[in-house]
């Protein structure tokens, strides 16, 4: 599969009506040409919201929990609902585009991991129409990440860990397109020699990485920190649970001091492309990895399953 799979929505939210006979309610368009307003607002203003599902073997394990969450956005920034029956149907186009060009150029059934992405932002400023669509394409290769972990750094993001309540509107919880503080942290993370980034608020509990979930483990407990600290559900995180409840561990969501993180035994981070990912040193100190557990861990979340 050397191109991209681009699905246009025609139909991106509840009460948005297509005339079905000479517009379907999605189409496949081709991603070399142009397909985008330069007046859209996701464009202009970074306004819209979005989900990358993991598609491995021709299956989406996570994706009902990703529809979930790209709703649960949009409604965060009082986007119109996006028409989830409709949203899942052009993913499971997206995938048996993808699977059939990938036969095609290969002489081979099945493909590597895909990565899809679902995007609706708020349209043409003044139409009141959004604009949604789905791109599908081979994932980068995280193997090597995944066995060699990664360095991270802390840095306070600069809120309350209460902000979600206090300040709904700063957004935090919903999956937008601004982006720009997430990649300004990773560029700090680099000047200060570490890969990666976990933010803690500015009263001292953990949140999130910029594109990933915490996992820490403390003897046979593992613990993420819970949602209502204003970060996003992990999906990946839920299916890391499920694995590590199977093997008898104890899991739960819970609100983590970032003093907790640095007496951890060990840390991931989990995302849904880049799966489970070991953190090596956390500013400066290095740590002990589980290698096995990542490996099993790793299997379990690329699995194919029912969606």
Known sequence: MSTPVLILVNKPAVGI???????????????????????????????????????????APALAAHLD???????????PEPDR???????????????????VETDTAGLGVLAVKLVLTRGIEGSGRPTGWVLAQL????????????RVVTLDRGYRHDVGRTSPWLLQGAKTLSYAINTAALREAARRGADEVVFTSSDGFVLEAPTASVLLREGNRFSTPSAEVGILPGTTQRRAFEFLRSRGHDADAVRLRASDLHRADAVWLVSAVR??????????????????????LN??????QAS
């Open 69 to 79: 969450r790209f709703r649960a956005s949009a409604l965060l920034l009082d986007l």
């Open 275 to 296: 799966q489970a990912v070991p953190v090596t040193e956390l500013d400066g100190r290095a740590l002990e990895v589980d290698h096995a557990l990542t490996t099993d």
């Open 85 to 103: 029956e409709v949203w899942g149907r052009a993913v499971e186009a997206a995938i048996a585009a993808a699977e059939a060009e990938a036969e």
């Open 139 to 150: 994932a980068r290769d995280f193997t090597a990440v995944r066995r060699e972990g990664v």
């Open 17 to 59: 009506d297509v005339p079905v006979s000479t517009q379907p309610e999605f189409e496949r368009r081709d991603p070399g040409e142009p397909q985008l307003s330069v007046l859209d607002l996701g464009t202009t203003r970074g306004d819209g919201v979005f989900e990358t599902v993991m598609v491995s073997e021709g299956r």
């Open 299 to 304: 299997a379990y979340l690329s699995a194919r």
